[in-house]
DNA sequence: CTGAAAGCGCTTACAG
DNA sequence: CTGAAAGCGCTTACAG
């Protein structure tokens, strides 16, 4: 049972004063290289660690970052909170988690908390109540408390603070055309999530490249509605390929062609937004977009450390995109 | 920009002593009602929030606990998390989590730092290089800085701790004797993971309820083989249901099924450990073993809450163990 | 080069 | 009922 021992014992056993441990073991150039030694051998010997609460509340500060994430289930923003936790290490940040639950009562509960002094800045992926509500004033209450905000993967915000987003529109705009350079004249889409923001974007990004094309779309949010709709394009329709925006719609698809006996990647390419590892497992593997969660969340991480370091210029913020990539398995093999 | 009021600016506003505008706070009974509600009624007013680091150093504690998450792409430690951090908040404790990847090495850093003092208590499940190697120097430790230490899912280590584990044997004990009581007599396994503790478990469960029946085993960690095995199982031994022990080893179950023509639920029976939205969502739905992950983190914290408060009597370790239910979707119906 | 002092923002015996 | 004082465990000007 080792207990803590505190720089006031330290310093005793040493016969020198409080200040001087502190200075010696914080590299101070003001004590001599021998009674610096001896300070940190002692220290070394007790394996001392000067305590983290008492150094912030010196420095004003927590240590701590929040991160709050709307859906921990969804593998996405697991990932992205995995990339947080790995780059606050380098900071020597914790990260502490909160977890809204796509429900904007919630989340103004978990701003109220941040605003008493519990982190030096958030990490934000607004709720889907909220998004919907557009009820923003708890995040504007963190921006007046002067504690600074990055706002990751659902950016279409508008809140003076930095923000780190998915290039969603684009994934699916390059996605489209990879199909047309290919010679495709019908790509479809399917879409279990068209209502949320990223949905939408993906769906404008499948248009945009398709301005000139017939679209061919099958979106809803209900499972039955949404296979008789896949089905129909599959069967009737008979598209050459299938992009889709979700997990939902992408095993719905697969499932659908295999009933239906349409070879993919022969009859029916898919590109789909899962993660790599069930895309890799399926049968056959499935083409996905790669988002790089992790990437998110250490980018965010890192403009929210500048931002607390002041080196990201006041009332001017930053937006960064992560650009996605298509990874090509067997399901989109010409 | 609203900026931060402290005790003593409060107490200067008031004219009235930095003692007495923290004892009115904290419903001292030495404080007169009159003195009270002027305080209460300033501090409203300037939405006073006491540093919560202040108050921590004060009362040599961090008001945080650690939670230690061996992969947090995993569903089912998502929600634990959650759950531990719906939990914490009913104790005005905020949540650290650190992610040890599996790794070891990293499990060590985190438990290294974590001895330095960021957390009241840590919330531990080992990753599986640890469980592997047996190596428990670093969990030792945690325990010797007088850390309180819950274990939880992977409960299966010699430490003095308290422990919430999920019933991982009995969980296909219950489910091999259901299919036995339906009068199966042809009832198989297939496991992507027989080679750690949880599949072991459930494997034995398996085997403990059958030791009078034949066997049928699909164990592999390499999809080739697995897939290979579970066919056999499916096609030659015409097993009439399938027990399978995780995410991998139940879709490729289904797919196989379905590509041999083999009908869930006439022809084979499933039950697999996926969660429930991918349960739900497959065609057709598949039964499965519910964990109940968000209980296993509110006990946990339960139980850490307890311990800190002593509550819990010194060196008499609790061990709880969450019941799994058996949740019947399509791919049971006889 | 070393140490006494002040202070980060609180809480809590203790004196009056 | 109120307030001065000590102290949680540190850091850092400042004096010597």
């Known amino acids: 049972m080792k207990s803590k021992i505190t720089l006031k014992e330290l310093a005793k056993l040493l016969n020198v004063s409080v200040s001087t441990v502190s200075k010696a073991l914080n590299d101070s150039p003001e004590i001599s290289p021998k009674t610096a030694e001896r300070v940190k051998e002692l220290a070394r010997l007790h394996n001392y660690r000067p305590n983290p609460v008492a150094v912030n509340l010196k420095k004003s500060r927590t240590g701590t970052i929040g991160v709050v994430i709307p859906n ?6 697991a990932r992205v909170l995995s990339g947080m936790e790995a780059e606050a290490q380098k900071y020597d940040q914790q990260v502490i988690t909160y977890i809204s639950n796509e429900s904007l009562e919630r989340e103004k509960q978990i701003c109220d908390m941040l605003t ?6 958030v990490l934000i992926a607004v709720s889907e109540e909220t998004q919907k509500k557009q009820e923003y004033d708890h995040l504007f209450s963190l921006v007046d408390y002067d504690i600074p905000v990055v706002v990751y993967d659902r950016i279409n915000i508008d809140l003076p603070a930095d923000k780190v987003g998915v290039d969603d529109e684009n994934s699916f705009y ?3 055309n990879y199909f047309k350079s290919r010679g495709l004249k019908k790509i479809g889409l399917a879409s279990a999530i068209h209502h949320v923001g990223i949905g939408k974007l993906r769906i404008k990004g499948y248009e945009r490249a398709l301005q000139d094309h017939e679209h061919y779309l099958a979106k809803s949010s209900k499972p039955v509605d949404l296979r008789r709709k896949i089905k129909s394009l599959i069967t009737e329709k008979q598209v050459e390929a299938l992009l889709c925006t979700d997990f939902e719609s992408t095993i719905m698809a697969t499932r659908i062609a295999y009933e239906e006996k349409v070879r993919i990647p022969q009859d029916l390419k898919i590109i789909g937004y899962i993660s790599k590892e069930v ?8 083409s996905y977009i790669e988002q ?13 450390h500048k931002r607390l370091e002041a080196g990201l210029e006041p009332d001017k913020f930053v937006e960064e995109i992560i650009t996605t990539s298509l990874v090509h398995l067997e399901s989109t093999r010409f």
């Open 279 to 286: 895309a890799e497992f399926l049968t056959p593997s499935l």
């Open 174 to 176: 390059d996605a489209t």
């Open 292 to 304: 790089h969660p992790r990437e998110v969340g250490e980018r965010a991480v890192d403009l929210l």
């Open 72 to 77: 921990i289930s969804n593998s996405f923003f």
């Open 116 to 121: 008493s002094g519990f982190v030096d800045g």
